[in-house]
């Protein structure tokens, strides 16, 4: 690859310190609860991710309207481009083996290496993506055995560990947690237990109308998933559930039995109906609120609290943590997709990626 000349590279720097200086000073001037519009978009950002130098990636929600794209850098307020390539997803063509067909989760983790899961809805399998960052170029694609993830499934959140070399994984339509090593594509399910499964009283009901889900009311098992900054805790919760666990991942990864598994499952704390989560190094727990348009907080203090309520938070999917501190949001109006509806996608963009300021 050729080399930038020293000009390039320097005007590249230039760019580069401006854009941090600004992040700097938004965050000096900003309060707790403070939201802002990163990008407004006329397609459904999936799940969304930012880099360690502020670029923000975004899946494409695949129960939205047929895209062009699959996976997305924001460009700007209102632009956005097809990442790495547009050879690489299938666009509106038929899914194959040799491109994106429908991915949701998406993690940049330590190593500079952007991972999405695709589900595989029209494919019939689940597989893992993992890119550089810097570069665009493909790393890894593992694909996850039929008795791991059978035809049907919803494998949709992830949480990489890179220490270890793992990736931990929800699957929604066959409640359960998956384990999958990087290297060797050696794979683990976990399922059976109660806490996997949606909760009767945490019921989706958003503008006072209670939420279907194909028919029937939204009654959504464990979805969210996230790591402690040490990576040795594994956290998760159902969407439709009021109840935030933890167990140690060392226990999937090291072949423990279903029942040693079970025994190490324990209550962290109460969360909202949720369709993300994200963890920081602090130990703080962020949520989205489906029910109330908002971001709520965990503290380590065990109290759950609005951290922000806003209209324009209309089904908030995903949240990550930012280097900059802001947390990144996924906002998607996801429960008027016919999915949802029964019916016509009652879906008005724009479609947002926003920021919150959560504290120091």
Known sequence: MTSLSRPIRRAASATLLALSISFFNSALAAKVGDLEVVAELPIRPGNVAPSADNRVFATVHPLGAPAAAQLIEI????????????????????????????????????????????????????????????????????????????????????????????IYLADIANPGLIAVEISSGKTRRFSGHAALQAEPDARMVIGGVPIQFQGK??????????????????????????????????????????????????RVGAKPVSDGAATDAKGRHFFTNLNDNGIDLLDTDGTLKPLVRDARLDWPDSVHVGHDGWLYISVNQLYKTPAFTGGADSGTPPYRVMRVWPGE
């Not at 491109?99 to 899961?117: E, M, V």
């Not at 996850?144 to 560990?161: C, E, M, N, R, W």
């Not at 790591?227 to 991942?249: C, I, R, V």
């Open 75 to 166: 460009t700007g307020r209102d632009s956005y481009k097809p990442w790495p390539t547009n050879t690489v997803q299938r666009g509106t063509a038929a899914a194959n083996d040799a491109q994106i067909d429908t991915p949701l989760g998406i993690a940049i983790d330590g190593k500079n290496r952007l991972w999405i899961t695709d589900m595989g809805l029209n494919l019939g399998k689940t597989r893992l993506w993992g890119f550089d960052v810097a570069t665009g170029d493909e790393l890894y694609r593992i694909e996850l055995p039929a008795d791991i993830a059978p035809k049907g499934s919803f494998i949709q959140d992830l949480a990489v560990d890179d220490k270890e070399g793992w």
């Open 217 to 266: 009311p939204a009654n959504v098992a464990v979805n969210p998933i996230t790591l402690s900054a040490d990576h040795a805790t594994l956290y998760f919760g159902a969407m439709n559930g009021k109840t935030w666990y933890s167990l140690p991942s060392k226990l999937l990864r090291d072949g423990a039995s279903d029942e040693q598994i079970a025994a190490a499952i324990q």
